[in-house]
């Protein structure tokens, strides 16, 4: 099947490396279907996409936070005239913490944010994937999946759990020709980024330049990646000549994870 007639949703897309994901792949000639829980950033990017896309371009608001704005989602995927060939869930991420510091409520939060809203596009999607044989789930995640983040409790948690679930998934739908791998990008110059370095910061008492500083220090190579580089990733386990790899956790992080495997 031609690119141009396959669409992808890409969640939590009006911007980072969400958007850099939808703008990849709209230039490429999918159909895209983005979402975001900020009108206005949604808004920008629809118009940003719909200019060089040569295909089809659709935004949703969609909260990945709230269950009722992730149902409405998953009814828009169910509907006669969506199949969607490409799901790629991406998610901002709960805020950082120390255990003693969150909240019985800061759980259920994430839970719904990055495991649970996930879970539920996948089987949304699943059954068109099934029908025509072939399809494409990437999962966004982070090097916490890899390597221990001690601040990062709550997404280390619930994407470790969304790892273990598209694994399964992996092996029971490879027969389909359906793919589930997970992205796990190191430190990326995002507004997520931005947000963690200022808990940094603040933790430390230093300025948000130094904290930053520090990050590109830890990093083998020196620097932050650019969103564009997470997208070039996802849009080779997307194509045709990735239908073999299936089930795996791809690292893009400059060498800063130690872990050998």
Not at 22 to 32: R, T
Not at 80 to 103: H, M, R, S, T
Not at 185 to 214: C, H, W
Not at 237 to 252: F, K, R, V
Request: proline share 3%; with cysteine.
């Amino acid at each position: 099947m031609n690119s141009n007639k396959r669409t992808a949703l890409i969640t939590a897309a009006s911007k980072g490396i969400g958007f850099a994901i939808a703008k990849d792949l709209a230039q490429k000639g999918y159909n895209v279907v983005i979402s975001s829980s900020n009108e206005a950033n949604l808004a920008s990017a629809f118009m940003q996409l719909n200019e060089l896309a040569p295909g089809r371009v659709e935004s949703i608001l969609c909260n990945l936070r709230d269950a009722k704005s992730v149902q409405n989602l998953t009814l828009y995927c169910q509907s006669k005239n969506v199949n969607i060939d490409v799901l790629v869930n991406n998610c901002g991420g709960p805020p950082a913490g120390y255990f003693p510091d969150i909240a019985i409520n800061d759980w259920d939060m994430a839970h719904q944010e990055i495991l649970k809203s996930a879970l539920a596009l996948i089987h949304a999607c699943l059954p068109g994937m099934k029908e025509q044989k072939w399809g494409r789930v990437i999962n966004i995640t982070s090097i916490a999946t890899k390597q221990y983040v001690d601040n990062l409790i709550l997404s280390s948690a619930y994407r470790m759990a969304l790892t273990a679930a598209c694994k399964v998934l992996s092996v029971q739908y490879a027969q389909h020709a359906i793919t589930f791998n997970n992205i796990a990008p190191g430190y990326t110059f995002t507004d997520r980024m931005k947000e963690l370095t200022e808990f940094r910061a603040k933790k430390q008492g230093i300025s948000v330049e130094n904290a930053m500083q520090e990050l590109e220090e830890l990093t083998p190579m020196k620097r932050l990646a650019q969103p564009e580089e997470i997208a070039a990733l996802a849009s080779f386990l997307i194509s045709e000549q990735a239908g073999y790899i299936t089930g795996n956790t791809i690292t893009i992080d400059g060498g800063l994870t130690k872990n050998i495997s």
